[in-house]
């Protein structure tokens, strides 16, 4: 998540809160520690990569023509992003406290949040002390692999290293658990998972399309032609395989955008969870298959022109959850997308505030406190932006009645943060 003023200060004094041992119980389902912030850009990149990867584009198409939105995204993104271990804790509690677990995390940024999670198992240990977690990180960037390393383990030079290997690293995180890193989910050892992405889809390459009069036109870049050093959209002048390909026909936009990767993850997502277990559950910026032209770039926390000085800007796209939901149907249970100021609410993160209020010391406390809340909740800035889905086996809402299971509640317990919380 890009930085919001104060809301660091915010997770912080709530989690202080939650965690305490007078308060396991109504901590397990709180969402404070879902809000954490991180910067995409590792580092400020100089003027000459910026000058770097305009060429390396340039050239790319002279070589072989307009490129996809799709690959150009691939060409200069970064995926960091973030999660934490609450909502799965809540979870494994209502699958019925099984025996071992792995904790997923796909693309994890600096490893803030997978730290957070770490640190939710360990105050927990007294519920979780039955199990064996093990963690497992889906990522590309050697980098980013070494920052997370850095904070999750005592530091790269106590892991095991194979570079060639389908598990190019494992060790033993600071709070005693395995952890491996991976390339690929599908390198990811199936079994009992919560799967976790947070920010993860909305920097996934998309594929970009335009309703014509001659039908759907996907939009590449191309090369302004007046101006030599600098790239624009183009319409293509006949159908494209993936315009022939990815969208469906009852569209009624004008303008949508696809991410076939995104679609390939969520099958693989829940394959799994339908064979083994377990859940999956996506934060992000998206909507329900009502936006059209979502595609933006951000530089220094402001908006940035995508073309421009490309390496140098995040690139994002709001995630439909309408066909991650489409991808899986017939295979889990879905729920959402609702907003992160619901799902918040549901959390219970209104009580948990008046706390952190009555226990401030001092009116610039309370005044920071009230500042993130307002940056997190409001629906006119991250509360209704920020969105919440969840993936579940079949049978998790259905009532143990309705399975005609003997001696067991006849009904399905909530799935916290979907279901309004009861204090």
Known sequence: MRFLPGLKYLCKEISSVIFRKDCLVCGRLSAGQWMRSCSRTLESTESNQDNMMLKHLISKIKSTGPISVAEYMREVLTNPVTLLGVWCVSEWMAAGKPKTFQLVELGPGRGTLASDALRVFSQLRSVLKESEISVHLVEV????????????????????????????????????????????????????????????FDVLPIHKFQKTKQGWREILIDIEPKSPEKLRFVLAPHATLASKALIQRDDKRDHIEVCPEAGVIIENLASRITEDGGAALIADYGHNGTKTDTFRGFRGHQLHDVLTAPGTADLTADVDFSFLRQMTEGKVTSLGPISQHQFLKNMGIDVRLQVLLRNASDANTRKGLMDAYNMIMNPEKMGNRFKFFALLPYNRLISKQDTKTVKCSPTAPPVAGFSELQL
Not at 172 to 180: H, V
């Open 141 to 200: 960037s050697p980098k980013l692999g070494e920052i997370q390393a850095q904070l999750l383990t005592e530091g790269e030079q106590h892991l095991l290293h194979d570079p060639t290997g389908a598990i190019y690293k494992t060790g033993i995180t600071k709070t005693g658990l395995p952890i491996s890193w991976y390339r690929d989910l599908q390198d990811v050892p199936k079994g009992f998972s919560f799967y976790l992405a947070h920010e993860f």
